[in-house]
């Protein structure tokens, strides 16, 4: 079954303790992005990938951190959580960046930072 | 900054009514999506336009790139299509996305 995959679904944590979020898609997608979604604010892009070791800023990247070493895999890195990273974090990916294709995402994860 | 305004906020209608969500965006844009987020938090892409209007089911989507304006109709609305529609925008310059703060709809029976 296609899909995009992350883990864990709930995360809680203390301020400072490094955490890793993954995020995996089996449809050999090239396009992988992390979003974080708050009340009121909606959803805001962290990160995304164009391609194997392509990676930029979205709109809120301080504070994160991601990698892209193999296609299947978009992890994102938190090397000093804080209570305003608590969120819910959606990863997403898409077929090809440079032909518009819809985004699948995945289930969520939702985080708290105590 | 608001890159992506969408509107109503929130939305109430009967069973069987007509539906309609606007968006509005003020970058250039590639592509406009619109997501659909049930209860319980998963989100799933709707429609992708970069012109005209496309149709699945009910649901049908139109986009003016002239006047940067999106709408997302429900024809005869029911129950299950409860929950938060989203508008997001992939900017022409770069590949970010921008996103709407969502439309949450409930319909009643």
């Known amino acids: 079954e296609a899909q995009v995959t992350q883990n864990p679904r709930y995360l809680i944590t203390v301020t400072g303790k490094k955490l890793t979020v993954t995020c995996s898609q089996n449809m050999n997608h090239e396009y992988m992005s992390w979003y974080r979604q708050d009340p009121g604010l909606g959803l805001r892009q962290i990160y995304y990938?164009?391609?194997?070791?392509?990676?930029d800023k979205g709109d809120v990247p301080e504070g994160y951190k991601v990698s892209r070493k193999e296609k299947r895999n978009f992890p994102l890195i938190l090397e000093s959580p804080s209570p305003n990273q608590t969120s819910l974090y959606f990863c997403?990916?898409?077929?090809?960046?440079?032909?518009?294709?819809?985004?699948?995402f995945g289930n969520g994860t939702r985080l708290t930072v105590t | 900054k608001n890159e992506v305004e969408q509107s109503p906020q929130n939305l109430t209608a009967q069973e069987g009514e007509f539906i309609t969500i606007n968006c509005s965006y003020s970058v250039g844009i590639s592509a406009l999506h619109w997501l659909q987020q049930h209860p319980g938090g998963g989100i799933v892409s709707l429609f992708m336009?970069?012109?005209g209007k496309k149709k699945h089911g009910r649901l049908i989507a139109t986009i003016n790139i002239q006047e940067k304006h999106s709408s997302l109709h429900i024809t005869a609305s029911h129950p299950r299509d409860s929950a938060v529609y989203i508008c997001a925008v992939r900017r022409d310059t770069g590949n970010q996305f921008y996103f709407g703060t969502g439309t949450s709809l409930t319909v009643i029976p």
């Open positions: 336009l970069s012109s």
């Open positions: 990938s164009m391609n194997v070791e392509v990676t």
């Open positions: 997403a990916s898409s077929l090809d960046a440079a032909y518009n294709s819809p985004l699948h």
